[in-house]
């Protein structure tokens, strides 16, 4: 889960996070339109699952819950 420059969050799946990660911030070729104008962006939380259609039904857990819901959720 990212936390845009903006406040809002952003959450999706990824292979490699750090490759990710810099693709969100445009250090590297590729990455959503959502973040493109909202950078930089921060690393707030990420998990481990065992494969990625287990991680694609996290992500649409969490991107059915309310901005509190994930702030709670992730501790902050």
Do not use: F
Not at 51 to 68: C, F, M, T, W
């Amino acid at each position: 889960m990212l936390e845009c420059a903006d406040g809002t969050l952003y959450t999706g799946i990824a292979r490699d996070l750090e490759r990710r990660l810099r693709q969100h911030n445009g250090e590297l070729v590729g990455g959503p339109k959502y973040t493109r104008g909202r950078r930089p962006v921060r690393l707030l939380w990420s998990g481990a699952e065992a494969d990625r259609g287990a991680a694609q039904r996290r992500e649409a857990a969490i991107k059915k819950l309310s901005r509190e819901e994930k702030l709670k959720w992730i501790n902050l």
